[in-house]
T-cell receptor, first 114, second 112 residues
């Protein structure tokens, strides 16, 4: 996952706009990826996952895109709402490990302006 | 279902004191994990368990011990707290090694 030091990158969007949050992962052998949402003072919450045999997966208002060639993952949120304001981070896993070891990025802070 | 719960939510310790953080899950998950989250960094795995009675070290195990005496509970112990252990601690659980992890609400620990 990405390492961005002490300060998280921030994405500010207007309510109703679409948001795109990016994640560069490091291990070319990673084959399972998850996006988590973490609101202030709370634990991470699962949003959507994707396995490496897919390049796109859609959920409710969210889409994850996987580009294995450049080791890049993105999360698209449609019609962003104030309740979407949170830190979003990706997690990658190499399934050759049998204890479910994930590597977590430090995240991107999404600010939704009303 | 309550999911994954953690106690306490907040704690302040003095250097050298000990404490135990409790994690409980009611989803009958086999796997449980303890992570720490520090500013600007991703979650780092401290210890994990693949079933009742088993524990193993993660990436940052030093200064911590764990126990999984019951399937639903995973305890994280700090025998002699140090300021470097100031962090937010998250417990998580999963069905097995192939599925997503469900996280608790976290414990904010400050060591002075």
């Amino acid at each position: 996952g990405e390492s961005v030091g002490l300060h998280l990158p921030t994405l500010s969007v207007q309510e109703g706009d679409n948001s795109i949050i990016n994640c560069a992962y490091s291990n070319s052998a990673s084959d399972y990826f998850i996006w988590y949402k973490q609101e202030s003072g709370k634990g991470p919450q699962f949003i959507i996952d994707i396995r490496s045999n897919m390049d796109k997966r859609q959920g409710q208002r969210v889409t994850v895109l996987l580009n294995k060639t450049v080791k890049h993952l993105s999360l698209q949120i449609a019609a962003t709402q104030p309740g979407d304001s949170a830190v979003y981070f990706c997690a990658e896993k190499d399934s050759r490990y049998n204890f479910n070891k994930f590597y977590f990025g430090s995240g991107t802070k999404l600010n939704v302006k009303p | 279902n309550a999911g994954v719960t953690q106690t306490p939510k907040f704690r302040v310790l003095k250097t050298g004191q000990s404490m135990t953080l409790l994690c409980a899950q009611d989803m009958n998950h086999e796997y449980m994990y303890w992570y720490r989250q520090d500013p600007g960094m991703g979650l780092r795995l401290i210890h994990y368990s693949v079933g009742e009675g088993t524990t193993a070290k993660g990436e940052v195990p030093d200064g911590y011990n764990v126990s999984r005496l019951k399937k639903q509970n995973f305890l994280l112990g700090l025998e002699s707290a140090a300021p470097s252990q100031t962090s937010v601690y998250f417990c998580a659980s999963s069905w097995d090694s192939t599925t997503e992890q469900y996280f608790g609400p976290g414990t904010r620990l400050t060591v002075t």
